[in-house]
């Protein structure tokens, strides 16, 4: 029998949980919750499905959790990218359990994540679709999400015929 150790993506979660339960508006945390988590679920799903092995699952994971950080903790979408990138910099420096190759690759996703129509590193690449993953899933039906070019390249990725 094993005996479940905390990860780093708990360390990470941790900083996620906090910020979110600290927020005064109910709905605005229960998004957050969805959204935040939703998106590193989806960003571990795609990278592996994409070959990576899990240590890279849990770096994209962790991105995905920290890519619209300021956006819940101060309730406005001005420059979140750039802004969520400097406090996941921070948040992962002060656990102290990532390299600064990883602590850099996690923001760069970050800050380029709201830059969909141009094609960037992998890494990134996959925070981007995670997120319009992510958007879509939490209604299938809605058009808007499904529509987009992204969401249709991970529908024929995923084998979803019958969308």
Known sequence: MFERQLTRIDTVRQYVDDMLKACEDKETARCGFVHLYGVGQACALIALRRGHDRAYAELAEIAGMLHDFSTYEDNTREEHERRSSERARTILTQTRV???????????????????????????????????????????????????????KLTEEFRLTNC
């Open 98 to 152: 990532f390299t600064e190759t990883e602590v850099d690759r996690v923001c760069q996703a970050i800050a380029r994540h709201g830059d969909k129509k141009n094609v960037h590193e992998e890494f990134d690449e996959i925070l981007k679709d995670a997120d319009v993953m992510q958007h879509w899933l939490r209604n299938p039906v809605e058009e808007y999400f499904f529509v987009q070019e992204r969401v249709q």
